[in-house]
Structures are given as structure tokens and as C-alpha cells.
């Protein structure tokens, strides 16, 4: 069946493009092709050094130098001059489009591929391929869907077909590889290993559409939750308009009653003030026409007429008036002292709701965000600091805008409900409900200690922030550190750095300590369940200085 399926070909067309010989040349082996058919053949296997015939598989190292036969291109061509025939050439294969595989015997139009082979590691044409269904010795290579990636098939140590699969090594390999480096290792073909594969792709697939379905939930949830957010926040965006518009009124309201009031008092006054004075400048023209009369009379001479006189402007200035009595409070300097009073209760309860308000605004989001990694993180939460000196102890001095706090002698400061009494401690100004985050540089000197701490602004003025319910701290010394909460001690074993972030979740109720330097390493974490908004607090020893890192 062999030799009749060869015996079958046209002598006079190239088995390759299967077209009439043009240009013939016979190889060595005898077989004759075009000499642009079997140059491109060739040209293929440069790579390797060896070269083959297309029909017959026959190798030849050298290449074989190809000369025209002037013989059969002689009689090729009175063939066709005579008119006769050679088998009908084949229906003519479809050109290759833009993203198509070309064929690569193709020599001037290039047609696309239908299938590729293993073994030649070509691409053919319907016309190309007709010599592997056709010659028995290409009816054992393997044709594939075509492929770009026919080099990837193949070993690059041993330019042999990659049909093993190394367990071992999680790689595909050639019969060769499993002689040498591979040897001993669990192989099995791949065709075998992809069943297992299949059975590992469809579990997969199975978790993919799972998450497909759940990412589509997500995503649904997430486009509601976003809507809803957005809702909801221009009805709060309204509500606080409102609200503000009401207290705006609400003080225009008593901004009007207390003027009203001041008038009204003023015009009263006024008033009483004027009757008062027009009784006065009555009584002291009667008083100055007495006294008139009183000097005439002393220039009398008659007795009798001085006396009968005497008696009666005597009686006439005798009447005794009431004494005016001017009120010492008169001025109106303890109402500027009231109000001025409650412009700073007003302050300061704005301050401290707008903090809880501004924490209960960040603390409203749609997605949940991530715990901070890297410093880059964790500064996106950080803010500017200060020391609050209402709090400030009297041996603890403010420089530098108020950032830096040091221990150093006793000083005056006014009296402060806030002001710590008993221990050389200081807060934060600025309070915080969300996430926040700040870094502390300590200076010490000769007593390196200090109490790097968060605690409420609620705090009593003698307490110790080590043991108090309302305080979480850090006490920070140059070789070791500890935390401490409710007189409680937790021993920490990593050597602290001169600078110490502190990082506050209020929603989540985390809080962490951290070394700073060119990395973040984690000191201690403690999880708290905050119920008001939280300040920075610090304790210092004895010439020790804190200061709010920017």
C-alpha cells in the first residue's frame, strides 16, 4: 500500500506546494522538488544542521548544494508546451487575513494554516499538508491545531518533542530529559498528567465561578451600598444645613434679646437717671436763691427785720432732701465678662462635639479599609499635632509652636480645671473618633523616661496615666519599654527607637505602638473598647523632651 500510495504521485509536480515542477532539482535521495520549495524546507532546518527529504525522510549533513536539472526542466516544459496535462492541482486555499497562522512553505502568497506539525515544526496550508495524509512516512508525525508556539514544544537541550511531564520538577520535559537531570524523578506522559490537571482545572473552575458569583453579590451590594451612601449623606448634608441654620437663628434670637435688654435697661435708667436730675436742678436753684437771700440778709441793719427774715428762710431751706446714692456696679463690665464666659463654654462645646462629629463623619464609609502595612500607610491617617497648654504641667515647658514638651523646673501657669496637678503630664489639643495616626520623636538626657499614652479628655487632673481606667500608655526607656493600663504591666521585649508612632482605630477600638526608623516594627498592640474621643498624653521625666514629628 506504501509503495502504490508513492507510485500514485505526479513525477512531474513538486510533492511540497503540489504544484508543476518549476525550476527542478533532484537531491541525493532522487526525489526532485522546486528549488524554492525545497530551499524553504531547508531554510527550517538550519537550526539544526540537518537536513531531510520531505517524501522519504532521508538526512544529509552537509546541505546538499542544489543545481538545476536541466534535463527535466526540459521536458517539464515541452510537456506543457504539448499541451498535456498533469493531475488537476487542488482547489485553491483561502490567503491568510491579519491574525491568521501563514503557511510556511508558502513562497510568494501566503495562504493560512490549517494544522501544524510536531515534527516539522511547521505550519501548513490545505495544499502543504496534503503530503502528510498522503506519504506514509509523514503519516506518523502529529498535526495540531495550528499554533504560534511550536518552539515551545520542543526541548531546548535535546531538540526532541516535549511529551513527558516531571512531577518532581512540575515541568515538562522530552524522553531525553528523563536519562539525565530528570533521571529517578516521578514522570508519567502529559497526556496523562493533563487528566490530572483536568480533574485540578474543573475544581478550579468551580472555585472561579464561585467567586464570579460572589464577586457579581459583591458588586451588586456595593453599587446598592453606594447609592444608599450617597443618600444618606445628602439627607446628613441637609440635616447639618438645617441644623446649623437653627442654631445661627437660635443665637440671632438671643443676640436680639440680650440688645433688646440693653436698651430697654439703658432707656429705664436713662429715664430714672433724668428725674432724678431734674428734682436735683431744682432743689440746688432753690438752694442757690437761698443762699442768695441768706448773703443779703447778713447785710441788714435793722435787728428786728433780720430776725422776723431769719426765721423765715430759715424754714424755707431747712427741708432736707434725700442723698443720691450711684450704684458702684453700674457698667455693664460683668455682662461683657458673662458673655464673654459664654463665648468660651460655646467654644469649647463646639470644639468638642465638632471632634466627635468629625469622627462619626470619618468613621462613615462604604468599603471597610485596610489595616495601614507599610509607614506610607499609616501616615495617610496622620494630622497635625500640638500640646494643649491647658493641661500642661507646671514643670512641663511648650516650645516651638507648642509641638515640643520638656521637662524642666516649676513655672507659673493660671489656674486651669484641665491642668495636671500631681504628675508631669500634658495632652493633645487636637481629640479624634476615627483612625489617626502620629509619631513622637523622645530627646532624652540624663533620666532617659517617659509615658507615651492616649486618654481621655475627661481625665482627672491628679491622675496617673500607668493606672487609670481612662488611659492606655507606653512607658518608653532607652533599653526597654512596657505597657501599662489600670496599674496592669505588659513586658515587651523588642528594644524601643527614639521615635514611636502611635496608631488609634477608635471605630475598630485598636490601638498600636511601633518603631519608627526605616522600617515599621510592631511594639504592642491592645485591642479597647473607646467610648469618647481620645488625645495624645505624655508623661516626662526630668530634662526629657517630646516633641510632635511633622
Known amino acids: 500500500m506504501a509503495e502504490a500510495a508513492v507510485e500514485d504521485q505526479d513525477p ?42 520531505p517524501q522519504c525522510r532521508e538526512t544529509f549533513t552537509p546541505r546538499p548544494v542544489l543545481r538545476k536539472s536541466t534535463m527535466l526542466a526540459e521536458l517539464v ?45 511547521i505550519s501548513l496550508c490545505q ?41 518532581t520538577d512540575e515541568k515538562c520535559i522530552c524522553m531525553l530529559c528523563t536519562m539525565d537531570e530528570h533521571k529517578g524523578h516521578n514522570t508519567v506522559s502529559a497526556a496523562a498528567e493533563r487528566k490530572e490537571k483536568e480533574n485540578e482545572l474543573g475544581k478550579t473552575r468551580t472555585e472561579f465561578q464561585q467567586r464570579i458569583r460572589k464577586r457579581k453579590k459583591e458588586l451588586l451590594e456595593l453599587r446598592e451600598a453606594v447609592s444608599s451612601y450617597q443618600h444618606s449623606a445628602q439627607e446628613a448634608e441637609q440635616h447639618s444645613e438645617k441644623t446649623f441654620m437653627e442654631l445661627l437663628q437660635s443665637i440671632e434670637r438671643r443676640r436680639s434679646e440680650v440688645r433688646e435688654q440693653i436698651r430697654a435697661q439703658k432707656k429705664e435708667a436713662a429715664k430714672d437717671a433724668e428725674d432724678v436730675l431734674e428734682k436735683l436742678e431744682q432743689e440746688l436753684a432753690e438752694l442757690k436763691r437761698g443762699h442768695a437771700e441768706l448773703e443779703k440778709l447778713s447785710l441788714e441793719e435793722d435787728h428786728v427785720h433780720f430776725l422776723q427774715s431769719f426765721q423765715v428762710l430759715k424754714s424755707s431751706v431747712s427741708k432736707t432732701s434725700p442723698s443720691i446714692s450711684l450704684n458702684p456696679h453700674m457698667s455693664f463690665l460683668d455682662l461683657s465678662k458673662s458673655l464673654s464666659a459664654l463665648k468660651r463654654e460655646v467654644d469649647e462645646l463646639c470644639k468638642q462635639n465638632m471632634t466627635k462629629i468629625s469622627g462619626e463623619v470619618a468613621s462613615v464609609e462604604i468599603i471597610m479599609p485596610q489595616e495601614p502595612k507599610t509607614r506610607e500607610e499609616f501616615l495617610k491617617y496622620s494630622c497635625n499635632m500640638t500640646f494643649d497648654p491647658n493641661t500642661a504641667h507646671s514643670t512641663i515647658t511648650l516650645s516651638e509652636g507648642n509641638k515640643k514638651a520638656t521637662r524642666k523646673e516649676e513655672q507659673s501657669y493660671p489656674d486651669h480645671p484641665e491642668r495636671f496637678l500631681t504628675h508631669a503630664q500634658v495632652l493633645g489639643e487636637q481629640g479624634f473618633s476615627g483612625r489617626v495616626y502620629w509619631e513622637v520623636e523622645l530627646d532624652p538626657t540624663e533620666y532617659p523616661e517617659a ?13 496617673d496615666f500607668r493606672n487609670d481606667e481612662k488611659s492606655w500608655c507606653l512607658l518608653w526607656m532607652i533599653d526597654r519599654c512596657s505597657f501599662w493600663h489600670l496599674d496592669e504591666k505588659t513586658y515587651i521585649s523588642i528594644i524601643p527607637t527614639s521615635r514611636i508612632g502611635v496608631y488609634v482605630d477608635h471605630r475598630e477600638g485598636r490601638l498600636s505602638f511601633y518603631n519608627v526608623s526605616d522600617t515599621m516594627t510592631l511594639l504592642h498592640t491592645v485591642n479597647v473598647t473607646f467610648t469618647e474621643p481620645i488625645y495624645p498624653g505624655f508623661w516626662l521625666e526630668y530634662k526629657t523632651s517630646a516633641k510632635f514629628c511633622s
Not at 487575513?97 to 510536531?118: M, N
Open 451 to 463: 509615658d507615651i499614652a492616649v486618654a481621655y479628655k475627661s481625665i482627672s487632673a491628679e491622675c
Open 127 to 167: 495544499t502543504h499538508i496534503e503530503p502528510h495524509y498522503n506519504i506514509p512516512a509523514f503519516k506518523k508525525h502529529t498535526l495540531v491545531q495550528t499554533s504560534r508556539h511550536l518552539q515551545q514544544k520542543i526541548c531546548s537541550q535535546h531538540d526532541r518533542l516535549i511529551e513527558v511531564f516531571c512531577r
Open 77 to 121: 516544459d515541452k510537456m506543457r508546451k504539448s499541451g498535456f496535462q498533469t493531475a488537476s492541482p487542488p482547489p485553491p486555499a483561502p490567503c491568510a487575513e491579519p491574525g491568521d497562522i501563514e503557511c510556511d512553505l508558502c513562497t510568494e502568497i501566503k495562504l493560512k494554516a490549517v494544522k501544524s506539525c510536531l515534527v516539522c515544526l
Open 12 to 53: 512531474f509536480r513538486c510533492s511540497v506546494c503540489l504544484e508543476p515542477l518549476r525550476d527542478p532539482v533532484t537531491i541525493p535521495c532522487g526525489h526532485s522538488y522546486c528549488m524554492s520549495c525545497i530551499s524553504g524546507c531547508w531554510d527550517q532546518e538550519d537550526q539544526k544542521g540537518e537536513y531531510s527529504c
